[in-house]
């Protein structure tokens, strides 16, 4: 059974407009949670929103497009030609790091509580469990944990379905599937 929260969330987002911000990108058929990142960035109004994994940047895009405010990426492979692409944005930092360093959390955590997060990086039930840790606890109460790829691997499969949080299924926005954990 779904959460008061939940149950609003999935409400308010089952049908996405297409984002009318022309300076986003790496949109197409088969990511339409970018079209997600952009209004929820949009009508949550996050003071800081910090990304683990820009890849090619295009979900980045749709964070910074969708909020004025600060968006924190980081990635230990920042695709070419992202930076160039992304500097369009005055409210992106990009950071090349490994999202595992406690000590690159413990510097994203003196940037102030954490409102929305998106975790897009390894795949890989160790590798989440891992930034839960490190960064969930940053994540305000009332904030937002967003993932990609929860049904990508069998374990990643089994980590979400064990994951004991207020939480909700979003199957339509990727292939592998799209989660939301509320904070």
Same mark, same amino acid.
């Given at each position: 059974? /779904?959460? &008061?929260?939940?149950? !609003?969330?999935?409400?308010?987002?089952?049908?996405?407009?297409? *984002?009318?911000?022309?300076? *986003?990108? #790496?949109?197409?058929? !088969? +990511?339409?949670?970018? %079209?997600?990142?952009?209004?929820?960035?949009?009508?949550?109004?996050?003071?800081?929103?910090v &990304?683990?994994?820009?890849?090619? #940047?295009?979900?980045?895009?749709? /964070?910074?497009?969708?909020?004025? +405010?600060?968006?924190? =990426?980081? %990635?230990?492979?920042?695709r070419?030609?992202?930076? &160039?692409r992304?500097?369009?944005?005055p +409210?992106? @930092?990009?950071i090349?790091?490994?999202?595992?360093?406690?000590?690159?959390?413990? +510097? *994203?955590a003196?940037?102030?509580?954490?409102?929305? $997060?998106?975790?897009?990086t390894?795949? *890989?039930?160790?590798?989440?469990?891992?930034e839960? =840790?490190?960064?969930?606890?940053l994540?305000?109460?009332?904030? /937002?944990?967003?993932?990609d %790829?929860?049904?990508?691997?069998p374990?990643?499969s #089994?980590?979400?379905? @064990?994951?004991? @949080?207020?939480?909700?299924?979003?199957?339509? $926005?990727?292939?592998? !599937?799209? #989660?939301a954990?509320? !904070?």
């Amino acid at each position: 059974m /779904l959460s &008061e929260r939940a149950a !609003s969330f999935a409400e308010k987002y089952r049908v996405l407009e297409p *984002v009318p911000d022309t300076r *986003v990108f #790496g949109r197409d058929p !088969s +990511n339409p949670y970018y %079209d997600l990142l952009y209004w929820v960035a949009n009508d949550f109004k996050p003071s800081l929103t910090v &990304e683990l994994g820009t890849c090619t #940047g295009g979900s980045t895009s749709n /964070l910074a497009a969708g909020s004025e +405010n600060q968006v924190i =990426s980081i %990635d230990v492979d920042i695709r070419p030609g992202a930076r &160039e692409r992304l500097a369009i944005f005055p +409210n992106i @930092e990009l950071i090349h790091g490994d999202t595992r360093d406690p000590t690159l959390a413990a +510097n *994203v955590a003196q940037c102030g509580p954490i409102d929305l $997060l998106f975790i897009d990086t390894d795949h *890989v039930a160790e590798q989440v469990k891992a930034e839960m =840790s490190l960064y969930g606890s940053l994540v305000r109460p009332g904030g /937002l944990i967003l993932l990609d %790829d929860i049904r990508m691997h069998p374990c990643m499969s #089994g980590w979400w379905d @064990e994951l004991d @949080e207020d939480k909700l299924e979003l199957p339509d $926005l990727h292939w592998t !599937s799209f #989660g939301a954990v509320f !904070s």
